[in-house]
Every structure is written in C-alpha cells, then in structure tokens.
C-alpha cells in the first residue's frame, strides 16, 4: 500500500510535465502556423501589388498606343481609283454637257450624296460615275440655271436615275427624294418613274460585311457559335459597334477598314467618293488581307 502511494507521487510530476510539454508543441505550432500564414497573406499582397502596377502600365500603354493612332497614324482618304470633278452651275457649257450625257449612258453605277456650302450658302449634289479605271465627279450647284442647259441637266438626270442603274447612298433615301424635291431644276422630274430599288444604303450592307470580313478575336468573349454578330462582351478593338443595333457612320466606317480620315469640311467630294469606294469593295468581296493591304504600311494591325 505504501509502495504504491510512492509511485504515484514519483509518476504524477512526470504526468504533468509530459502535459506542459505537449500543450508547449501545441502553443508553438500554432504560433509556427500563423506566422507562416501571414507571411503568406503577405507574399500574395506583394504579387496582388506588382500585378496592379503592371496591369495599370500595360492599360495605360494601351491607351496612349490607341489614341496615338487615332490622332496621328491615320492617313488622309485616298480614292480607290482616279477621278475627274466637272461643276455644273450657270457657267457650264452645252457642249460639257453632251459629254456627260454621253458618259452617263455607258455607264451602270453611280454614287450619290448631297452637301451644303456653309461659306457661299449654297447646296450642291454629287453624283459620280463608277468606271473600270477611273471615275467622273459631277458637283452639281444647286440653283437657276438657263432654260436650255436646264433641259440637258434634265435628260442627264434621266438617264442616271430612271433607268435600271445602281445608285449608291450611304443612308436610305426617302420616295420621293426629299433632296430631288426641294430643288427647282430637279423638281421637274417624274420621281414616280424613279425605282427605290435602284438605291442602295451600304449603311446596312458595309454591318454584314465588316462583320463578316474582320470577325472576333479569338479571345474575344463575344464568340457564339453560327452567329458573328456585335455584342457587349466584344473586346476587339477594330470592331466598335458592341451592340446589334449600333450604327456605322460614313467616317468611322472609313476609318475602321481603311486607317483613313474623312475631311469632309476641307473635301466634301470626299463624301461620294467614300461611297463608291466602300461599294467596290463590298461588290467585289474583298477580304481581310486585301483590305490591309490597302492601308498604308505604318498603320498596319
């Protein structure tokens, strides 16, 4: 009995001391463990840190990249093809006149558009003559002009508007034209013989081909199956129209395909000019690497 009452006083320190150490290994891994977690709550702070550093530089690249091609890598519009300006007002001959009549009966696609002069208050039509090579350039002066050259202007109208010819807009025309209309020396025409179908708005057609011709990147998130269509998940920077009711404008349509900067204030021919070049190259089914070979070297993507 009093052996055993022995052992247990012998046995009890050691008991306690085996506790105290166990509860000490304890004590420290947690202190171990901690530590360690905030050293790497730390080390993620740091990489979270340098990742924000380099995403902002990298968004800030960018944005000076783009807006430095918008402002300075953009070239001027260049036609797709020579042409020839002849301005039809008071002045203008019979005999010039003749010529057009002439030219107008070879030919089956025109351009058309309309513009105002803010400096002579004037309005003026545009009319140009699609050919093979080169095209011709009517800038037509909205006014009163002689009966006789009135007459020519008239028949030169006819041809180009009342036969099966194509004409091409950037918008839908109304029928009848509102700008044929308002216009003393086009007035006279019977505008019920003018064919609506004959008008094409490549507003519309240059949306499917564009979309068609520079589709999503392949990192894009817009990507759908079957369908390319514009979206508000699209991150391609050549495709600005993010939703499928978004609209192009002549300018930025020009600027998009062809790197190029409409100066409709300085050029107002430009405007027609645009036109048939849009035209061309949608009815000839040009492709991506045709149209980038049109731009000028220094702009390429």
């Not at 009093?2 to 290994?25: E, H, K, Q």
């Not at 050919?131 to 020519?152: A, F, T, W």
């Not at 091409?168 to 216009?183: A, E, G, K, M, R």
């Not at 979309?211 to 894009?220: S, W």
């Amino acid at each position: 009995m009093i052996s055993a009452l022995n052992n247990d006083r012998i046995c009890n320190p050691w008991y306690y001391w085996v506790l105290y150490t166990g509860f000490m290994f304890i004590v420290v891994g947690i202190i171990v463990l901690f530590r360690k977690i905030y050293l790497e709550l730390q080390n993620i702070k740091i990489i979270i840190k340098i990742f924000k550093q380099q995403f902002s530089s990298t968004y800030r690249n960018n944005v000076q990249i783009k807006k430095q091609k918008h402002l300075t890598d953009l070239s001027n519009f260049i036609p797709l093809r020579s042409y020839k300006v002849y301005t039809i007002d008071q002045t203008t001959s019979l005999e010039r006149l003749y010529m057009l009549i002439e030219k107008a009966g070879k030919t089956t696609k025109f351009s058309f558009s309309t513009y105002h002069d803010d400096e002579s208050n004037k309005n003026y039509f545009v009319i140009d003559f699609i050919q093979p090579s080169s095209s011709i350039i009517i800038n037509v002066e909205i006014s009163k002009i002689s009966h006789v050259l009135n007459d020519k202007l008239q028949e030169l109208l006819s041809i180009i508007f009342y036969s099966s010819n194509t004409i091409y807009t950037w918008n839908y025309l109304s029928f009848p034209p509102v700008d044929f209309l308002i216009y003393d020396h086009i007035y006279s025409m019977n505008t019920d013989k003018i064919n609506p179908k004959n008008f094409i708005s490549l507003q519309h057609q240059f949306k499917h081909w564009y979309n068609r011709t520079f589709k999503h990147d392949e990192n894009c998130q817009q990507i759908v199956d079957f369908v390319d269509s514009d979206g508000p998940l699209c991150s391609c920077p050549y495709r600005p129209c993010k939703f499928p009711t978004d609209t192009w404008s002549l300018s930025m349509a020009i600027m998009y395909t062809f790197h190029e900067h409409l100066q409709l204030n300085e050029n107002p021919l430009e405007q027609c000019l645009a036109i048939t070049k849009l035209a061309i190259i949608i009815e000839e089914g040009r492709n991506r690497q045709q149209i980038e070979a049109l731009r000028s070297p220094s702009i390429h993507t």
